[in-house]
């Protein structure tokens, strides 16, 4: 299951900037922190699908990869251009945004003792995208050619097409490096263990806990303040709550109710249980998707008479208990190039005149019939209450007669692929703080809509317009005009932009800095106080 097919991640960043030309480190050959202060215990719901990088594109397993392997490039915290990790300097070295040059920091090792050299470089991306499996990240390396390896500091990406949003890409989790001698080039590692240079080792994983113990051979920019991390797995989100208010874990990240969030967030000091929670920055957004080629959802007048009658504020109040602001674009808020195209074409309360006018002018009289398909166990616990809710305000109105049907994910899927269903739930966190990764995906070529939809405009020109320029705000014009161009001619409809929540014990501080725009869950930045 992709990462970006989840729900309750991270980014909200304003791009890449001119720097990416000429990307370099400080010059000096900074080490890691053995760590220091008291090993901090986390909970979660979700689960680590997989240790090797190969296979993981989901939100667990890239927090294990994002804090056990390095990737030539990483995230500041607090920041969404790349800056040098395990290279010293990186950088495009032609201007059509095709050939990418990186040298290595020197003496980088991994766990084992082994050096990383550019040789481990080159294995990993390629190894990654030999394997090709269906969960993994090979997808962000469509635009790559070959690695070339000139030396063994030196590693040059050559690209089949431009595209400035590489650095972004070779800085996620699809980055990681391994150790070319404790991976085989073909296929998964599957004994749950994982080698590589990043802060933390993987000491223990299994069904109920992974353990990360502090990486003293580490070499790069971060700073250790705690002394391992144990992150404990819950299947029900009643149990990771209880276990932070009790105190058996530290801290609670992914997985709680907005409803516990919201009545923790608003509680007495007494009724908190010890703890505070923290809110983040996040890019996660959910669309109503339209299915061009229905005969219901392809007509403009009923995509249009939704778009008039969507009530979002009261959606976010209800269902969401404000974890969640209103969406009007497809790009979110604090992501370059973000408008309110939505907002601007069709307001911000339901207009029940303007939704009759629509339905009038695709020739529909009386109540529209109208299936809003959703799943509820891949967007989140609040994405089929929230159908719920569209279909009473459509219902609402007099004008439809909506309904909510929900299937599990694998006929979820297949439904979609099929082109069975003719409005449906598209929730997505991003790979990268770019608005490429809120458009390419939905509008460019294979989109992961599956709703048939295609604009020249955007496929042919805008796009491909954006992806060779590496001062990504000089693109807000062109994906201003996509984001016009989809409101127009409605293939989906954005709903809701998340936030990041964690909920920790007194004494844990550092959440901040793991809540940010990058997408990063940074380990190394969560320290506990010392009990008296």
């Not at 339905?359 to 019939?369: D, F, T």
Request: charged share 25%; glycine share 10%; net charge positive.
């Amino acid at each position: 299951m992709r990462k970006r097919d989840q729900w309750l991640a991270a980014p909200i960043g304003a791009g890449l900037t001119t720097a990416l030309l000429a990307l370099a480190g400080c010059g000096a050959e900074d080490s890691g922190s053995a760590g220091n202060g008291e090993p901090v215990v986390m909970g979660m719901t979700d689960k680590v699908v997989a240790t090797d990088p190969a296979a993981g594109y989901d939100p667990g397993s890239w927090l294990l990869f994002n804090n056990v392997f390095q990737s030539l490039l990483s995230f500041p915290k607090g920041g969404t251009a790349p800056e040098p990790e395990a290279a010293r300097s990186c950088g495009f070295t032609d201007s059509a945004s095709k050939v990418y040059r990186c040298t290595l920091k020197d003496g980088l090792t991994f766990s084992n003792g082994h050096a990383l050299t550019s040789k481990d470089v080159k294995f990993s991306i390629d190894r990654t995208r030999r394997i090709k499996d269906p969960g993994g990240p090979a997808v962000m390396f469509s635009a790559l050619d070959k690695v070339e390896t000139p030396d063994a500091k030196t590693v040059v990406f050559r690209l089949k097409t431009p595209d400035a949003t590489f650095p972004m890409k070779i800085a996620s989790g699809a980055g990681s490096i391994v150790d070319h001698a404790s991976y085989s080039a073909n296929r998964l590692r599957t004994d749950g263990k994982a080698v590589g240079s990043g802060v933390y080792t993987l000491k223990e994983y299994g069904q109920r806990q992974a353990r990360f113990a502090v990486n003293a051979s580490y070499k790069g920019p971060a700073k250790v303040k705690n002394s391992g991390m144990t992150v404990k797995f819950f299947d029900a989100r009643d149990k990771l709550k209880r276990a932070v208010q009790s105190g058996s874990v530290d801290v609670a990240y992914r997985g709680l109710s907005m409803k516990d969030l919201s009545a923790l967030n608003n509680a007495s000091l007494h009724d908190q249980h010890g703890t505070q929670v923290v809110e983040g920055a996040s890019a996660e957004v959910m669309h109503l998707v339209f299915n061009m080629k229905d005969p219901v959802a392809g007509k403009l007048g009923v995509r249009k008479a939704i778009a008039y009658l969507l009530d979002r504020s009261t959606l976010v109040r209800d269902v969401y208990r404000h974890t969640a602001v209103p969406l009007y674009s497809i790009v979110p808020a604090g992501i370059t190039g973000h408008n309110t195209a939505f907002f601007n074409a069709y307001g911000d309360r339901p207009q029940p005149g303007k939704a009759a006018d629509a339905l009038r002018s695709a020739g529909l009289q009386g109540k529209v019939p109208l299936t809003l398909w959703a799943t509820p166990d891949r967007f989140g616990p609040g994405t089929v209450p929230a159908f719920q809710e569209i279909a009473q305000q459509l219902n609402s109105s007099g004008l439809f007669d909506a309904r909510v049907r929900t299937v599990d994910t694998k006929e979820y899927d297949k439904g979609v692929t099929d082109g069975r269903f003719g409005v449906y739930v598209k929730g997505w966190v991003p790979d990268y703080p770019d608005p490429d990764n809120f458009t390419q995906p939905f509008f460019g070529k294979d989109s992961v809509l599956a709703n048939h939809y295609d604009s020249p405009r955007i496929s042919g020109r805008l796009l491909p317009q954006t992806a060779d320029e590496t001062d990504r705000g000089a693109t807000k014009t062109a994906f201003r005009e996509v984001q016009d161009i989809v409101a127009k001619d409605l293939p989906v409809i954005p709903i809701w932009q998340g936030k990041q929540y964690a909920v920790a014990r007194d004494g844990i501080s550092g959440l901040e800095w793991t809540l940010d725009s990058s997408t990063v869950f940074r380990f190394w930045e969560i320290s506990k106080a010392t009990e008296a």
